[in-house]
């Protein structure tokens, strides 16, 4: 069975604070996807990294996929109150469903 | 494009009851992922159907069961309802860059 952990389970921090968020895994994965989830709603897709050590940057968040294929981080600059929700890592292990992480709640005090 | 569409938003049973929960992908996609989530947290992997045929099944009872019609929309079935089966509910269309979900269907089991 293929586990994918995130840390921290929770994060709470001041509005324009820094924060970093880990996915990790025992296993490699092929490909691995970040989507941020709010109350209510279904997950929403943020991106999708393919290739070890790939790096990509969507405004304030940059997102790194390890050099081993068995972990990546996710990291906001200047936290914003909007970006308050659930944080899932979710990574392809070859096996045609995605495994989703233990999730990270991230909550931004104005 | 419409997104992917769940139905019921809320359903309310008794232990013991069935519930059913419906489930339309996007447009042309043929594939559809059915997840548990419990408590906001991550997301278990229930079952996946792509072309009318159960593709893969997640280590759920087999009480959970399911289908999908000819026009790729789905079906989820849980018979013999058990009160930790109160969970949100989510159904993803799958293209080759993620998943989209939709908003899901919160199950409350009394």
């Known amino acids: 069975t293929q586990l994918l952990e995130q840390s921290p389970q929770f994060l709470s921090i001041q509005e324009g604070e820094n924060l970093t968020v880990y996915c990790n895994s025992s296993?490699?994965?092929?490909?691995l996807q970040w989507y941020r989830q709010e109350p209510g709603e279904g997950p929403v897709l943020l991106v999708t990294?393919?290739?070890?050590?790939e790096v990509k940057k969507l405004k304030r968040l940059t997102f790194q996929f390890g050099d081993a294929r068995k972990d990546s981080s996710l990291h906001i600059t200047a936290a914003q109150p909007g970006d308050t929700g659930l944080y899932l890592c979710?990574?392809?292990?070859?096996?045609?469903?995605?495994?989703f992480g233990t999730g990270t709640r991230l909550t931004i005090i104005p | 494009e419409a997104g992917v569409t769940q139905s019921p938003t809320h359903l309310i049973k008794t232990r013991g009851q069935q519930a059913t929960l419906r489930c339309s992908p996007i447009?042309?996609?043929?594939?559809v992922y059915w997840y548990q989530q419990a408590l906001g947290l991550g997301l278990q992997f229930l079952l996946w159907?792509?072309?009318?045929?159960?593709?893969n099944r997640g280590n759920f009872p087999p009480r959970f069961s399911g289908r999908q019609f000819p026009n790729y929309s789905s079906e989820l079935n849980v018979n013999a309802l058990e009160l930790e089966d109160s969970a949100l509910y989510l159904c993803?269309?799958?293209?080759?860059?993620?998943?989209?979900f939709g908003s899901g269907t919160r199950l409350t089991v009394v």
């Open positions: 159907y792509d072309e009318g045929e159960e593709r």
């Open positions: 979710a990574a392809n292990f070859g096996n045609e469903k995605l495994t």
């Open positions: 296993s490699v994965f092929s490909s």
């Open positions: 990294v393919v290739t070890g050590g």
């Open positions: 993803a269309s799958a293209a080759y860059y993620g998943y989209t």
């Open positions: 447009s042309g996609h043929t594939s």
